[in-house]
């Protein structure tokens, strides 16, 4: 009995860890940071992403594909969601850039939580686009 208990336990574990899939990290003032993935053709990515704000500071949000192609753009963006559908088998590149007017002083690095998915994982595009 025990040891269906812990496979049981590791089993709803397992189901957890695989359906979340975010990242949270700090981007300095005035600095670029990119996450890429591989993804295959036609594949339905969704994500959200969350920007604490900080004062005298913009941050832009963009999704690219390895030819450059833009999928997303947002400019001085701090909480929204986007979605997307994959044409190839690619590598994607999500990326965050911090800009800040020069002698504004020290300004603290803003914390970025991102997540998300893709495939079955993902949810519906209009479910997306109505919140």
Do not use: W
């Amino acid at each position: 009995m025990a040891r269906f208990r812990v496979l049981s336990l590791s089993l709803s574990l397992l189901f957890v860890v695989q359906s979340v899939v975010s990242i949270s990290f700090y981007l300095p003032v005035r600095s670029r940071k990119c996450l890429r993935e591989e993804i295959h053709k036609d594949v339905l990515v969704t994500g959200e992403y969350e920007i604490i704000e900080q004062p005298n500071t913009k941050t832009n949000l963009k999704i690219t594909d390895s030819s450059g192609h833009i999928l997303y753009v947002k400019e001085d963006a701090t909480k929204g969601k986007f979605a997307f559908t994959t044409e190839d088998y690619d590598m994607f590149e999500v990326c965050f850039e911090s800009k800040s007017p020069m002698g504004t002083g020290r300004v603290p690095d803003q914390q970025i939580n991102l997540d998300m998915k893709h495939g079955v994982e993902a949810k519906n595009y209009e479910e997306v686009c109505l919140h």
